[in-house]
T-cell receptor, first 114, second 112 residues
Framework: EAEVAQSPRYKITEKSQAVAFWCDPISGHATLYWYRQILGQGPELLVQFQDESVVDDSQLPKDRFSAERLKGVDSTLKIQPAELGDSAMYLC????????????FGSGTRLTVV | QQQVKQSPQSLIVQKGGISIINCAYENTAFDYFPWYQQFPGKGPALLIAIRPDVSEKKEGRFTISFNKSAKQFSLHIMDSQPGDSATYFCAASPFGNEKLTFGTGTRLTIIP
């Protein structure tokens, strides 16, 4: 079964340091999403890509967060500088535009900022 | 602004019983309502989904009931099993847009 790959699985970083997460969506999936899930809450969308273009980044804190999907395949989410409140699970998801609206999530990157 | 309200926050059900989780939404543009199941350390996985043109959808032991006029939908898990113990999220997205708005989650525990 095809999966969305994310790395690293866990990341501990110090406040004010830079951190990056990587996502490889299911092959052929044009749409890619980054969600943030704070412990005990539902996921919240950070950014949505259609191929290499950003469709929605209205909830992305652009002063410290950036995301790219240069060739329309894999994607990187970066935080610089990290703050204590950024501690969360960062989830990547992808979907094909087949109309069934089925997301597939990766297992996420658990970020702890100390 | 929280657009999808989910309850209860946690739920304990005996094995073989029925688990019921409820969600309510505000945005009338929503037209796709999925439920996701999440185990610790894993990403959410799509469980079942419904569109507002039907009032109920059943897949195995899982049923979604949908009330368009009340803007509410619920997940029913029949014959609940210990393996169903997980966190469940309802979600919604508007027509023509796959952007999902999630509820706050329900931690379900099935006891023997």
């Amino acid at each position: 079964e095809a999966e969305v790959a994310q790395s690293p699985r866990y990341k501990i970083t110090e406040k004010s340091q830079a951190v990056a997460f990587w996502c490889d969506p299911i092959s052929g999936h044009a749409t890619l999403y980054w969600y943030r899930q704070i412990l005990g809450q539902g996921p919240e969308l950070l950014v949505q890509f259609q191929d290499e273009s950003v469709v929605d980044d209205s909830q992305l804190p652009k002063d410290r967060f950036s995301a790219e999907r240069l060739k329309g395949v894999d994607s990187t989410l970066k935080i610089q500088p990290a703050e204590l409140g950024d501690s969360a699970m960062y989830l990547c998801a992808s979907s094909s535009l087949t109309g069934n609206y089925g997301y597939t999530f990766g297992s996420g990157t658990r970020l702890t900022v100390v | 602004q929280q657009q999808v309200k989910q309850s209860p926050q946690s739920l304990i059900v005996q094995k073989g019983g029925i688990s019921i989780i409820n969600c309510a939404y505000e945005n009338t543009a929503f037209d796709y309502f999925p439920w996701y199941q999440q185990f610790p350390g894993k990403g959410p996985a799509l469980l079942i989904a419904i569109r507002p043109d039907v009032s109920e959808k059943k897949e195995g032991r899982f049923t979604i009931s949908f009330n368009k006029s009340a803007k509410q939908f619920s997940l029913h898990i029949m014959d609940s099993q210990p393996g169903d113990s997980a966190t469940y999220f309802c979600a919604a997205s508007p027509f023509g847009n796959e952007k999902l708005t999630f509820g706050t989650g329900t931690r379900l525990t099935i006891i023997p």
